[in-house]
């Protein structure tokens, strides 16, 4: 047994039922933190901070990592990180109480902060359910709440934008150019920092497991949590193998200075978020998370840089450029280096008519990424509409602009594109698609459901609706989505939904595709999405990323057809970004898993009867909920009258179907793809068609595919020592007569 603290992804956002009674009007705001600090200024109330902090952020694992290991961080019971720094910050606005507590005394105190916290929740969220409940009960219709002060809950009881394992990780990218400065004026680089505050967490994790361990053989709950969370210098030093010089610097930086007075309601700056580490009357220090040693280490040195006017504009380029960077590598990691280009300028005459940060090519598909790195500010979180719009408009829609400025440049024609090694950069004949990104560096609160409320965007046949994420998202899809396909496929189904579906994180609606594939039926009305969805994803990404024993894939799209047909069919369109065939990999990643499993039998099917034979065979499908269909041939040669045949082929079911769109794909005995033909016009009526296609029979559903080939040749006896149907080439008795 051993705990573990784990990131918190749980979104606490809790909704009013709205009933026909009034709403029962909570205490001011004001009011209910005066208790707070009251309560936070107790004697010992550190050891119920300790308490509700191994209660809220620490999860027990036993062997393998679970998702339902991770149950109690999705409760709405807990406090989540916002809260406790909240708690945290009250606490230090007098001298830290270390006094020793009974175990009633301090039981009492967590039952009247989860109590006072609840409370504050309820007032928070009042005003805007308010205004919703009058508009009901009136027969009005209901204002816009999301706005001013109705963004104040969001933003505060939002999920987390990040895993806490992501501040830790991405830091000496973010900052490894500014060692220097970081260096002279800090006493430490950032790598150090990193593996101080690493450290920090692995003896908080083992503290902690000792703690437990000790209370289940005496059969009784520890005295105090607070040693879990209490360091020493000398103790952090020696486990880090850091000099003990660059540790005490460390600690100067993030230590809690001050009297913490300017903290007055939600929103205002909390010195404890900037500076965790809280300084003790015993020459020990207290760090109650991991998150928010690695979130100060991810935020904080922007702030120290940016107080240096001198070295200001240095910090500030650094900052464009991580991004910058950061995405374009991350993507390359999917869709290779020759397919990412950087700061490209697109011109026209002479002439530059726009810049794209980041331009991925791949086959008739572009992802334009417009990079920012800018934060939301303390009087935006506070619930002031202009500063509000102003931040907004800075972080996203200003690269958005940018981005559908440079989309309309490249499909108009007659732009040169030059990246930032001054090569020409060549866009392919015609583009199918333009995904426009909208990517931050920083932790930006509730940022999915402001683009939700306030992003204005355009789109038109090519140009899709945009993305707007974090570099922590990119961060996750490309550690998820490793293959072109893959992540072009769910940014298509993403976008495509964007209308209909809400959620607390991007990383609940990527936790469900994962799960089961993001695909919304017309008649769905909008689809709320519950955090819970994505506790797959998130023991997969704590697996991967902190060494945990566990499964590191989630059950789902990428488990269930490994080894399959299906999958190498995949494998093989996205080698090589052929146009022809990239739809067809779209088409298929968009279906379920029957579907899926059909198209496997369908080609083990044909491929066996190939290679028992060697003629051609075929089969096609049609789609039971889409005006498409798809044609598979296995051809022992290819040829250009091979090609001729399949495009009829598919041509004739387009129109018998009535189908806007058709594929057709021809694999060879081995099971390799030869070539591909996409048809993607509106059906028209033609004498000639319907002449073609008089004496057409129907055919199947994907989704009720269930090929008589498959008995035909089950039926087709083999000898022990003929070669085997499997196209192994081995004989039969000692391959799969086995």
């Given at each position: 047994?051993?705990?573990?603290?784990?990131?918190?992804?749980?979104?606490?956002?809790?909704?009013?039922?709205?009933?026909?009674?009034?709403?029962?009007?909570?205490?001011?705001?004001?009011?209910?933190?005066?208790?707070?600090?009251?309560?936070?200024?107790s004697?010992?109330?550190a050891?119920?901070?300790?308490?509700?902090?191994?209660r809220?952020?620490?999860i027990?694992?036993?062997?393998?990592?679970?998702?339902?290991?991770?149950?109690?961080?999705?409760?709405?019971?807990?406090?989540?990180?916002?809260?406790?720094?909240?708690?945290?910050?009250?606490?230090?606005?007098?001298p830290?109480?270390?006094?020793?507590?009974s175990?009633?005394?301090?039981?009492g105190?967590?039952?009247?902060?989860?109590?006072?916290?609840?409370?504050?929740?309820?007032?928070?969220?009042?005003?805007?359910?308010?205004?919703?409940?009058?508009?009901?009960?009136?027969?009005?219709?209901?204002?816009?709440?999301?706005?001013?002060?109705?963004?104040?809950?969001?933003?505060?009881y939002?999920?987390?934008?990040?895993?806490?394992?992501?501040?830790?990780?991405?830091?000496?990218?973010?900052?490894?150019?500014?060692?220097?400065?970081?260096?002279?004026?800090?006493?430490?680089?950032?790598?150090?920092?990193?593996?101080?505050?690493r450290?920090m967490?692995?003896?908080?994790?083992?503290?902690?497991?000792?703690?437990?361990?000790?209370?289940?053989?005496?059969?009784?709950?520890?005295?105090t949590?607070?040693?879990?969370?209490?360091?020493?210098?000398?103790?952090v030093?020696f486990?880090?193998?850091?000099?003990?010089?660059?540790?005490?610097?460390?600690?100067?930086?993030?230590?809690?200075?001050?009297?913490?007075?300017?903290?007055?309601?939600?929103?205002?700056?909390?010195?404890?978020?900037?500076?965790?580490?809280l300084?003790?009357?015993?020459?020990?220090?207290?760090?109650?998370?991991?998150?928010?040693?690695?979130?100060?280490?991810?935020e904080?040195?922007?702030?120290?840089?940016?107080d240096?006017?001198?070295?200001?504009?240095?910090?500030?380029?650094?900052?464009?450029?991580?991004?910058?960077?950061?995405?374009a590598?991350?993507?390359?990691?999917?869709?290779?280096?020759?397919?990412?280009?950087?700061n490209?300028?697109?011109?026209?005459?002479?002439?530059?008519?726009?810049?794209?940060?980041?331009?991925?090519?791949?086959?008739?598909?572009?992802?334009?990424?417009?990079?920012?790195?800018?934060?939301?500010?303390i009087?935006?979180?506070?619930?002031?509409?202009?500063?509000?719009?102003?931040?907004?408009?800075?972080?996203?829609?200003?690269?958005?602009?940018?981005?559908?400025?440079?989309?309309?440049?490249?499909?108009?024609?007659?732009?040169?594109?030059?990246?930032?090694?001054?090569?020409?950069v060549e866009?392919?004949?015609?583009?199918?698609?333009?995904?426009?990104?909208?990517?931050?560096?920083?932790?930006y609160p509730?940022?999915?459901?402001?683009?939700?409320?306030?992003?204005?965007f355009?789109?038109?046949?090519?140009?899709?609706?945009?993305?707007?994420?974090?570099?922590?998202l990119?961060?996750?899809?490309?550690?998820m989505?490793?293959?072109?396909?893959?992540?072009?496929?769910?940014?298509?189904?993403?976008v495509?939904?964007?209308?209909?579906?809400?959620?607390g994180?991007?990383?609940?609606?990527?936790?469900?595709?994962?799960?089961?594939?993001?695909?919304?039926?017309?008649?769905?009305?909008?689809v709320?999405?519950?955090?819970?969805?994505?506790?797959?994803?998130?023991?997969?990404?704590?697996?991967?990323?902190?060494?945990?024993?566990?499964?590191?894939?989630?059950?789902?799209?990428?488990t269930?057809?490994r080894?399959?047909?299906?999958?190498?069919?995949?494998?093989?369109?996205?080698s090589?970004a052929?146009?022809?065939?990239?739809?067809?990999?779209?088409h298929?990643l968009?279906?379920?898993?029957?579907?899926?499993e059909?198209?496997?039998?369908?080609?083990?099917?044909?491929?066996?009867?190939?290679?028992?034979?060697?003629?051609?065979?075929?089969?096609?499908l049609?789609?039971?909920?889409?005006?498409?269909?798809?044609?598979?041939?296995?051809?022992p040669?290819?040829?250009?009258?091979?090609?001729?045949?399949?495009?009829?082929?598919?041509?004739?079911?387009?129109?018998?179907?009535?189908?806007?769109?058709?594929?057709?794909?021809?694999?060879?005995?081995?099971?390799?793809?030869?070539?591909?033909?996409?048809?993607d016009?509106?059906?028209?009526?033609?004498?000639?068609?319907?002449?073609?296609?008089?004496?057409?029979?129907?055919?199947?559903?994907?989704?009720?595919?269930?090929?008589?080939?498959?008995?035909?040749?089950?039926?087709?006896?083999?000898?022990r020592?003929?070669?085997?149907?499997?196209?192994?080439?081995?004989?039969?008795?000692?391959?799969?007569?086995?």
């Open positions: 047994m051993k705990t573990k603290i784990s990131a918190k992804r749980a979104s606490q956002t809790k909704l009013a039922n709205l009933k026909g009674e009034a709403m029962e009007q909570p205490r001011e705001e004001s009011l209910i933190l005066e208790d707070l600090a009251m309560l936070a200024a004697p010992g109330y050891h119920a901070v300790a308490y509700i902090c191994n809220d952020t620490i027990q694992i036993k062997g393998k990592l679970k998702p339902s290991d991770m149950d109690r961080l999705f409760s709405r019971e807990r406090l989540i990180r916002t809260e406790l720094t909240t708690l945290i910050g009250l606490m230090v606005k007098k830290l109480d270390l006094s020793p507590q175990c009633e005394v301090v039981e105190y967590v039952k009247r902060t989860d109590s006072l916290m609840e409370e504050l929740h309820n007032a928070m969220s009042f005003p805007m359910f308010a205004a919703i409940f009058e508009a009901v009960k009136a027969g009005t219709e209901p204002p816009d709440p999301w706005h001013g002060s109705g963004m104040r809950e969001p933003i505060f939002g999920t987390e934008s990040a895993y806490a394992f992501q501040y830790r990780d991405l830091l000496p990218e973010k900052y490894g150019a500014d060692d220097g400065w970081m260096l002279q004026t800090k006493g430490f680089t950032s790598s150090q920092a990193r593996i101080i505050a450290t967490c692995a003896l908080m994790d083992e503290k902690g497991t000792r703690l437990l361990m000790d209370a289940r053989a005496a059969n009784a709950p520890p005295v949590w607070l040693p879990a969370f209490e360091f020493s210098l000398d103790e030093a486990h880090s193998g850091v000099a003990k010089e660059v540790v005490e610097a460390f600690f100067r930086a993030f230590l809690f200075a001050g009297d913490n007075s300017g903290f007055k309601e939600v929103g205002d700056f909390n010195e404890v978020a900037a500076r965790p580490l300084t003790t009357d015993r020459g020990t220090v207290l760090l109650f998370s991991h998150y928010a040693i690695y979130e100060a280490l991810y904080s040195p922007f702030f120290w840089m940016w240096d006017k001198a070295y200001r504009p240095t910090a500030a380029k650094h900052r464009g450029a991580f991004t910058e960077q950061f995405a590598r991350r993507l390359a990691g999917v869709f290779g280096r020759e397919h990412v280009h950087t490209v300028n697109l011109h026209r005459g002479k002439d530059i008519v726009g810049e794209v940060d980041v331009l991925v090519i791949y086959g008739d598909r572009l992802i334009i990424v417009q990079a920012k790195a800018k934060k939301l500010t009087a935006a979180r506070k619930g002031n509409d202009n500063q509000l719009k102003a931040d907004f408009a800075a972080a996203i829609q200003d690269a958005y602009d940018q981005g559908w400025t440079c989309a309309n440049e490249m499909l108009a024609g007659g732009c040169r594109l030059i990246d930032d090694n001054e090569n020409e866009l392919p004949p015609s583009v199918k698609e333009i995904f426009l990104f909208s990517l931050v560096s920083e932790h509730a940022l999915a459901f402001q683009a939700n409320q306030s992003l204005k355009q789109t038109t046949d090519v140009i899709r609706p945009p993305f707007v994420m974090d570099v922590f990119l961060d996750t899809l490309t550690e989505l490793t293959t072109p396909l893959r992540l072009l496929s769910y940014v298509k189904l993403r495509a939904v964007s209308d209909k579906l809400m959620s994180h991007e990383l609940t609606v990527l936790g469900y595709h994962l799960s089961q594939n993001l695909w919304l039926d017309e008649k769905d009305g909008v709320i999405l519950e955090d819970s969805v994505a506790q797959d994803l998130n023991t997969a990404m704590i697996v991967r990323r902190d060494n945990q024993p566990g499964d590191d894939t989630p059950v789902g799209i990428l269930k057809m080894g399959t047909r299906y999958e190498s069919l995949i494998k093989e369109i996205e090589s052929n146009p022809a065939t990239l739809e067809l990999g779209f298929l968009s279906m379920d898993g029957v579907s899926c059909n198209i496997h039998r369908i080609l083990e099917s044909i491929i066996r009867q190939a290679q028992l034979d060697g003629k051609r065979h075929d089969v096609t049609a789609s039971s909920t889409e005006p498409c269909g798809v044609s598979f041939h296995c051809n040669t290819s040829s250009p009258e091979a090609i001729a045949v399949l495009e009829t082929c598919c041509a004739k079911r387009k129109y018998r179907q009535r189908a806007a769109q058709w594929f057709g794909v021809s694999v060879s005995p081995a099971g390799h793809v030869q070539f591909g033909v996409t048809l016009f509106p059906w028209e009526t033609s004498e000639e068609m319907e002449r073609l296609t008089a004496d057409m029979k129907s055919m199947s559903r994907i989704q009720d595919a269930s090929p008589h080939h498959l008995r035909e040749v089950s039926r087709q006896k083999l000898g020592n003929d070669p085997c149907h499997c196209g192994s080439g081995l004989k039969y008795k000692k391959c799969c007569l086995s």
